[in-house]
């Protein structure tokens, strides 16, 4: 028997088996996870998404955790907004009419130049009623003064306007107005227009609304014959809250007519002292380019009044 030599082979030594370790998906750290579920019981949509970006900023492997929960919390907050809204019409429609009116009482003193120079006392009531497509709005105000049982300033205003949205910040309104004013020349003067108006502005802090139609005025004069006179009516209506405790208000108007024209401007600044009272300080002015025989032009009034809301 021949003995065969064993044949040895050079291979290449064979590789280790290969350790595969999955990677651990990111965790957000609970001290982040708390500061974010903190935020998100508010609804400060605004707060919310500062944290959320500085939480990504910060912890960039695990964006798609802190997006996530971001997007949680914005479909509750809809879900929420809907909720309250559809809940909100439900009860305008099942108020009565004397239901859902909110308003402001105003007193104060005054100083007056022009056709008189002198300090008194000045009083107003706004009631605003807004429905989901109408809104009512009733304005009452007087200004009297009596020095040595003489009367050097009698005036009072009181107008009542609805408005109706068509859309897209476009709406339609009707005014009734009367003023009285003895030393102004007149014993009673009264107001009938209508048109259409535009919400040019409709912010949270800051709204803008202008009116335009044609208008009917009815004068009694003191030392005249009545007047009936048609013409055009302008007005616009200007609110800014620069602050939770500070509010500028610009409201101006302009009649048109054929004989006289009025033109009046009252500029507002008020500031919050406690729930529901603030301090007012208002400047007005009226113009008349053709007033009664003996009466000034130009009349101004300067206001420091408390205000109340409820």
């Known amino acids: ?62 964006k798609d955790e802190i997006r996530a929960m971001h997007r949680a919390y914005l479909d509750r907050s809809a879900q929420l907004l809907a909720a309250r809204s559809k809940a909100d019409k439900e009860r305008i429609r099942s108020s009565g009419v004397l239901e859902l009116w909110k308003g402001q009482i105003e007193l104060g003193a005054f100083r007056g130049t022009g056709n008189t120079d002198n300090f008194g006392f000045t009083g107003a009531i706004k009631l605003e009623r807004k429905g989901i497509d109408w809104e009512h709005t009733v304005e009452l105000r007087a200004d009297y003064q009596k020095d040595r049982d003489t009367i050097t300033r009698e005036q009072y205003f009181a107008a009542y306007q609805p408005r109706y949205t068509l859309g897209d910040g476009i709406f339609t309104y009707a005014r009734a107005q009367f003023e009285k004013d003895r030393i102004q020349g007149y014993n009673g003067r009264s107001t009938l227009s209508g048109g ?63 004989d006289n024209n009025t033109f009046t401007s009252l500029t507002g600044l008020e500031a919050g002292m406690a729930r529901g009272l603030k301090a007012r300080l208002s400047y007005a002015i009226e113009h008349e380019t053709s007033p009664p025989a003996g009466a000034l032009k130009t009349d101004t009034i300067s206001r420091f009044s408390l205000v109340y809301g409820f």
Not at 245 to 258: E, F, P, R
């Open 196 to 258: 259409f108006g535009y919400r040019a502005i409709a912010r949270k802090r800051v709204t803008l609304s202008i009116e335009a139609g044609p208008a009917v005025r009815r004068t009694n004069y003191v030392n005249q014959a009545d007047e009936t006179t048609w013409s055009a009516l302008g007005a616009l209506d200007f609110d800014w809250i620069v602050s939770p405790t500070l509010k500028i208000t610009q409201d101006a108007s302009a009649y048109v007519g054929s």
């Open 1 to 62: 028997m021949v003995a065969v030599p064993a044949v040895v082979l050079d291979l290449p030594p064979y590789p280790p088996p290969l350790l595969v370790v999955a990677a651990r998906p990111p965790v957000l750290a609970e001290p982040v996870r708390d500061m974010l579920k903190a935020i998100m019981k508010t609804e400060d949509t605004k707060a919310v998404e500062t944290v959320v970006n500085l939480a990504v900023q910060t912890n960039p492997y695990d």
